[in-house]
């Protein structure tokens, strides 16, 4: 697959690849990067894509928003505003369905938050595995504000992540969290002064990762994913049996043979 066609292809999206590391940008600066149905339809088909790419495997994904002032400033409210109970049923499932291809990629992926992050914004990056953000980011779900409640996942991602009475408060004050506040409850990792220098880091933290077995990693992020709905007993259950089959794996060979050996590990994901 050729992404550079792939990214030609889209009208809101903007697709960079370079050493195994995707950049997955949203385009549509004039409108704040508002998830309109057809930039939600790209990032399914893009976000399909990239799942399906067996034979050039990616080593992580870095989510991000053109420009300087946003990430995505949520659902298109012009366009939710005419929809109906149907229609929003429909926008619903799809944004829900992108979510989950995202927290689903077999590598890991960051949110690389430039900027709003608002509504569906805040619910597509609690997809990715953590969130890097500039100092002018704002987190928030304003939905209550226009009669609505997140519909991306908002409900159940933010509570797992920074706790149910926190996310209440959030959700049912609709306010705007400053990045501060957001790195102090754990919904951001760090905070970067430029969107360059966040960018930058993104790579190096993708780039260091991947010098790590790709399966164990895809392996410890289905565990850790799937866990997350299970009972601990169910979590561990799982953990045991993904555990043991990395023991047929060539990369478990590899890692402890380099180690044996003293050598520097060298992976192929199988
Ligand atoms: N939708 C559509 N257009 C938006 C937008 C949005 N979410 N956010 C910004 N824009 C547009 C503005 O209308 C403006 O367009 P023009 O007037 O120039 O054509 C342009 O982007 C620049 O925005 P501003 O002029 O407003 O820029 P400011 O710097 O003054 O303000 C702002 C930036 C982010 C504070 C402000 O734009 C703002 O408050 N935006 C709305 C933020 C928001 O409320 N986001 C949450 C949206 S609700 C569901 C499915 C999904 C959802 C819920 C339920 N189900 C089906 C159950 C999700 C809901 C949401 O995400």
Known sequence: MNIDSIS??????????DNRILTLSIDRPKKLNA???TLLQELDDATSNIRQLKDFPLRGLIFTGSGEKAFIAGADIGQMSKMSPLEAEHFAVL?????????DLPFPVIAAVNGFALGGGCEMALSADFIFATRNAVFGQPEVKLGLIPGFGGTQRLAKVVG?????EIIFSGRNL???EALEIGLVLKIF???ESMMNESRATL???????PLAIAKAKKVMNRGNDLTISNGLELESEQFSQLFASQDMKEGTGAFLEKRQAQFSGK
Not at 164 to 168: C, T
């Open 8 to 17: 030609d292809s889209y009208q809101f999206l903007k697709l960079n690849l």
């Open 35 to 37: 998830l309109d149905l």
């Open 95 to 103: 944004g829900q369905k992108v979510s989950l291809l995202i927290e």
């Open 164 to 168: 149910r009475n926190r996310a209440k």
């Open 178 to 180: 400053k990045v501060e």
């Open 193 to 195: 002064e430029d969107k």
């Open 207 to 213: 780039e260091l990762m991947s010098k790590n077995s």
